[in-house]
């Protein structure tokens, strides 16, 4: 998508401190192609509020700024950014938004007429149990005649939504399976399933942060609170720490972000009990 959206030599592209390592590989690959620049702003972890989030990308806008790719809601450190606000910032400022919403598909309820973005995006493989290869992609009307799939191949010419029917070799066996997963979400209790997955993290990481001596996350702003949550491991390698709990049969994420180590948990509700939770803490107090 970045390939073909609307960019010029010598423009900027704003995205924050938190996106995905892979789409910041990608930007600024296809930023140098397309002679346009990366600019990163910094976001202190977790921040203070969300105005504060809008605040330093308003701030970090200038006049070379054609895009703004920001996370709805970010892989390593798990906080839900206010994207509809940043999207409209961008916006006024005359340049268009793309939502990285990797995360969103039933983890969070989202609008894509209200939020407005140019470009959206969102996986139906993670908290919606479709799989692997199944997404969304939303492009505003405005930009559709602009996109197109990075390969093409039949009906690339014929229309913004036809062009990505068929391409190349791919197995449209995801897609086809998105409405059963649809439905077995809607079956868990759709907006109460996500409820439950959201109090079963709140509880979950205030566990495992008693075992790290950390802050407790429920101490954060509510804006920021998911059914996944980040919290620093002070003394521990994220490498070390992830393969030494790997070898106790625990598997959870523990990205080194910022010069830091943390782990990732995650909640849903399904198949997730709080006892898991507990026997992630006593492995850790007994690796520290």
Request: aromatic residues 8%; glycine residues 8%.
């Amino acid at each position: 998508m970045l390939a073909h959206a609307p960019t010029d030599p010598g423009d900027e592209w704003l995205t924050t401190s938190h996106r995905y390592g892979a789409v910041g590989v990608a930007m600024a690959t296809i930023a140098a192609r397309r002679g346009a620049t990366v600019k990163t702003v910094e976001i202190p972890f977790p921040p203070s509020d969300p105005e504060e989030v809008v605040a330093l990308i308003r701030a970090a806008i200038g006049p070379r700024t054609r895009g703004v790719v920001v996370d709805a809601i970010t892989s390593p450190t798990a906080l839900r950014l206010p994207f509809e606000e940043i999207v409209r910032v961008a916006q006024a400022a005359g340049a268009w938004a793309l939502v990285d919403g990797a995360h969103t598909p039933g983890h969070i309820d989202v609008d894509l007429d209200k939020t407005g973005a140019d470009f959206w995006t969102g996986n139906l493989h993670k908290w919606l149990c479709a799989p692997r290869g199944c997404a969304l992609l939303h492009v505003a009307r405005r930009w559709q005649h602009l996109i197109r799939p990075t390969i093409p191949s039949h009906d690339h010419e014929t229309g913004f939504q036809a062009s990505f029917d068929w391409v190349g070799t791919d197995d449209p066996t995801p897609w086809l399976a998105a409405p059963a997963a649809l439905d077995w979400h809607e079956a868990q209790g759709g907006a109460a399933f996500r409820a439950r997955n959201l109090a079963l993290c709140a509880e979950g990481a205030s566990i495992v942060a008693e075992a790290l001596g950390v802050a407790d996350p429920r101490d954060r702003h509510p804006a920021f609170r998911l059914a996944m949550c980040t919290l620093p491991t002070p003394g521990f390698d994220a490498n070390h720490l992830h393969a030494a709990l790997r070898d106790r049969g625990i598997e959870v994420p523990c990205p080194p972000w910022s010069g830091a180590s943390w782990i990732r948990i995650s909640a849903f509700s399904a198949y997730n009990r709080p006892e898991n939770y507990e026997v992630l803490a006593r492995a850790l107090r007994a690796l520290a």
